[in-house]
Structures are given as structure tokens and as C-alpha cells.
């Protein structure tokens, strides 16, 4: 027990490690908050801190830590662009004419894909080798645009 008593600073930082390896596994940000304040509590002991305090540090550090640092810090990480998925990702791609694109009829190769297409504009007509845009994609229908140049 006299280890554990001169040293506990080792304890803690032993702890703080412990629950950072399980931060990695788990990605949520709670056990990095609970590491970093196992260590202020190893540095506390390392200083010659009474356990009381150490404890007491350990659990404001935590706290603080889960209600002020953390749901900025998620905010953060799951902010961001949200990426289009499936058929909606195609929107500004190039798209070459295969068959004749009017309001009527018309496909379109969009990368190794036939799209049955329109125009955005039901008055353009496109020939067979026009470069053409996705600007949107209609369920089955690519809706398209002439590329600028």
C-alpha cells in the first residue's frame, strides 16, 4: 500500500492511458475527456496533492470537461459538407450525348453509365457528342445542361 500512496500520480497517469486506448475504440469523445482529467489529477498527485484533492480534481476536470469542451468539440468533427450519395452524386458531371437529347427523348453517357436525359430548358435540343452537365437528376432522368467553356 505504501506504493500506492507515494505513487498514485503513476496510478493515474496509468488511468488516463487506460481510458484514452478506449477513446480510440469508441470515437465519442467521453473517455478523452475522462483521460485528460485522470492526468490534471496525476499532475495534482505528482505536486503532492492530498487523494481528496485529487479526487475532487478528477471530477470538476471531468464535468467541465463533458459539459463545455465536448459538444463543441463534436459539433466540430460532425460539421462539415455533407456529401451527395448514390444518383444525386452525379449532379456536375460531365455528360456526353449518346442519342439525340430533346424534351422528348434522349440519353446521355455519364462516366460507363447510359442515362435516359433531358434538357433544363425544353427548347434546347443536343447531338450526339455534345458535352453536356448534370444539373440535376430526376429519379430516373438526368436533367441536363450545356457545358460551358
Known amino acids: ?3 500506492f500512496g507515494d505513487d498514485i500520480w503513476l496510478t493515474w497517469a496509468a488511468l488516463g ?5 478506449i477513446e480510440l475504440a469508441s470515437g465519442e469523445l467521453i473517455f ?5 482529467a485522470a492526468f490534471s489529477a496525476a499532475a495534482a498527485a505528482g505536486l503532492g496533492a492530498p487523494i481528496a484533492i485529487q479526487l475532487a480534481l478528477f471530477g470538476v476536470v ?12 463534436a459539433a466540430k468533427v460532425h460539421d462539415g459538407p455533407s456529401l451527395p450519395l ?14 439525340r ?23 434546347a435540343t443536343y447531338e ?3 458535352e453536356l452537365l448534370v444539373a440535376a437528376i430526376d429519379g430516373p432522368i438526368a436533367r441536363v445542361v450545356r457545358k460551358e467553356h
Not at 492511458?17 to 486506448?21: A, D, N, P, Q, S
Not at 478523452?32 to 485528460?36: N, Q, S, V
Open 128 to 130: 450526339p457528342g455534345d
Open 17 to 21: 492511458v487506460i481510458v484514452g486506448l
Open 62 to 73: 471531468s464535468v467541465a470537461l463533458l459539459a463545455l469542451v465536448r459538444p463543441r468539440i
Open 32 to 36: 478523452l475527456m475522462f483521460g485528460i
Open 86 to 99: 448514390g444518383q444525386h452524386g452525379l449532379v456536375g458531371e460531365l455528360a456526353i450525348v449518346d442519342e
Open 101 to 123: 437529347v430533346n424534351r422528348h427523348a434522349g440519353r446521355v453517357l455519364i462516366g460507363t453509365d447510359l442515362w435516359t436525359a433531358r434538357p433544363v430548358d425544353p427548347e
Open 1 to 3: 500500500m505504501d506504493w
